[in-house]
C-alpha cells in the first residue's frame, strides 16, 4: 500500500461546498482519508482578486501513481470542467485544482507525473496542510519535512 498526500485548492464559487464534493469523490474513489484544516492563500503564478482555500488529504492504495492521477484528473473534470489555464498557458481562477505533492518516497519524473510535486518546497499552501497529515514524512531527494521546508520559505511567501 502506498500513502497519498494531494492538495486541493478552489478560489471561485463556493469553495467549501466544492472541496466537500472534491472530498466525498475522493472518499468513494479511494476509501477512507484524513484531512488537514483549510487554508486561505493568494494564488501564485497569477493574479487574481480571489484567494484559494486549500486543504491536503492523506489515504492509502495499491493503484500505480499513473492510475492515481488519472482517477483524480477525472474528479477534477467531473466537478470543475472549465479550464485550470488560459489561452495563452497563463494560470487562472478555477473552482477546482487537486495536485498529488507525494506518494511514500516515490521519485518520478515524466511528462505526466512529476513526484514528489516541482514545487512542493516553495508552496506554504502545499506546506502547512501536509504537515498536518503527514509530520513525519520526509521528502525523498532533499530529506526534509514539512516544518524544515516551511522554516526555509521567505517571509510571507504563498499568503
Known amino acids: 500500500m502506498a500513502c497519498v498526500m494531494i492538495n486541493m485548492g478552489s478560489n471561485l464559487g463556493d469553495r467549501r461546498l466544492m472541496l466537500s464534493r472534491a472530498m466525498r469523490r475522493v472518499g468513494m474513489e ?11 492563500s493568494e494564488p501564485m503564478g497569477f493574479d487574481s482578486p480571489r484567494s484559494f482555500l486549500n486543504l491536503a488529504i492523506i489515504f ?21 470542467p472549465g479550464p485550470h489555464r ?3 498557458g497563463s494560470y487562472t481562477d478555477r473552482e477546482l485544482d487537486i495536485d498529488i505533492m507525494a506518494i511514500d518516497d516515490v521519485v518520478t519524473d515524466t511528462p505526466d507525473l512529476q513526484l514528489p510535486h516541482p514545487r512542493l518546497a516553495e508552496r506554504r499552501f502545499f506546506l502547512e496542510p501536509l504537515r498536518e497529515i503527514a509530520p513525519g514524512w ?15 520559505l521567505p517571509e510571507g511567501n504563498g499568503r
Open 138 to 152: 520526509r521528502h525523498p531527494v532533499t530529506g526534509l519535512t514539512a516544518d524544515e521546508m516551511l522554516a526555509n
Open 30 to 40: 479511494f476509501g477512507p482519508f484524513e484531512m488537514s484544516h483549510a487554508v486561505e
Open 60 to 80: 492509502n492504495t495499491d493503484l500505480e501513481p499513473a492510475e492515481v492521477l488519472k482517477r483524480l484528473q477525472a474528479i477534477e473534470k467531473e466537478l470543475a
Open 86 to 88: 488560459n489561452a495563452d
